[in-house]
């Protein structure tokens, strides 16, 4: 969405409701990164990659090198998406003070960190970021669950028949995602 005078958001939440599926992550991510050592996440965000190295940035040369037209055509819409995000948010801060402080370093981190550490269920309509539940390692025969309880904890259910013992690795199955 091209930022014009005709589609400026009335208040910075609006950017939420119109743009991608991460937008509050990424908002809160962003706002947080921003508030550096004063921010309440920062033993979290610190432990976060400080840089993702994905096929977006690369250079077309480097793209090129996989001589595969749809890795190269979905990298480049990648970055697109994110171009398109940032200028909305953008537009969004105008006047709040983070519009200054704001850069695209800045928000594609949080943009990436949204990608590749968020949680979707059925129950919630935005992605949930759950700290170290991330870190778990993915194994395709792993019959996890995520969910909401009744009083709002978000839970992982563990499959199987086997107990869990003492000093076992926990897996997620990150299924068909992406990420």
Known sequence: MPVSPT????HPWEFICVNTMYTATILFLTLERLKGDESFWKPYLDILPARYDTTARWTEAELEL??????????????REI????????????????????????????????????FFLPE?????????????NHHSDSAVTWTVSEDGVFE???GGSAPVQKGDQVYNNYASDDS
């Not at 996989?66 to 970055?79: G, H, T, V």
């Open 66 to 79: 996989f001589r595969d037209p749809y890795i190269k055509a979905k990298s480049l819409e990648r970055l």
């Open 124 to 136: 919630v309509t935005e992605c949930a970021m759950v700290p170290f539940a991330d870190l778990l």
């Open 156 to 158: 992982m259910i563990l």
């Open 7 to 10: 589609n400026r958001y009335a």
């Open 83 to 118: 171009e398109k995000d940032y200028l909305a948010l953008m537009q969004a801060l105008e006047g709040t003070g983070y519009d200054e402080e704001l850069n695209f370093d800045v928000f594609e981190w949080a943009w990436n960190t949204a990608a590749t550490r968020c």
